[in-house]
């Protein structure tokens, strides 16, 4: 069974930092591209790329409005993802939600269930 479980959100202040974690089962984790995706609360919020990664580690994107804030990563050895979040902003509550990249042709993209994160004083 093809699994993502995330962890690791909850409240915080403005400054603060939390590191996301995504446990994935069922697949050959270091075959794919793994990211981070956010769905911010509101009418009309849509579910935003926030940080990818290769399989490899290789290839690293942020969305600019966490550039040098966050820091994605991977551990192939534990199958593991991670989101670590630094200086965080109000602007950055969300639900955080982590996604198995597609391989078109071969497979398709999988979403974990999401882990809500809250900054606020």
């Known amino acids: 069974q093809v699994q993502l479980v995330e962890s690791g959100g909850g409240l915080v202040q403005p400054g603060g930092s939390l590191r996301l974690s995504c446990a994935a089962s069922g697949f050959t984790f270091s075959r794919y591209a793994m990211s981070w995706y956010r769905q911010a609360p509101g009418p009309g919020k849509e579910r935003e790329l926030v940080?990818?990664?290769?399989?490899?580690?290789?290839?690293?994107n942020y969305v600019d409005s966490v550039k040098g804030r966050f820091t994605i990563s991977r551990d192939n050895a534990k199958n593991t993802v991670f989101l670590q979040m630094n200086g965080l902003k109000p602007e950055d509550t969300a639900v955080y939600y982590c996604?198995?990249?597609?391989?078109?042709?071969?497979?398709?993209?999988?979403w974990g269930q999401g882990t809500q994160v809250t900054v606020s004083s």
């Open positions: 996604k198995r990249e597609h391989i078109p042709g071969l497979a398709r993209g999988i």
């Open positions: 940080a990818s990664i290769s399989s490899t580690s290789g290839n690293l």
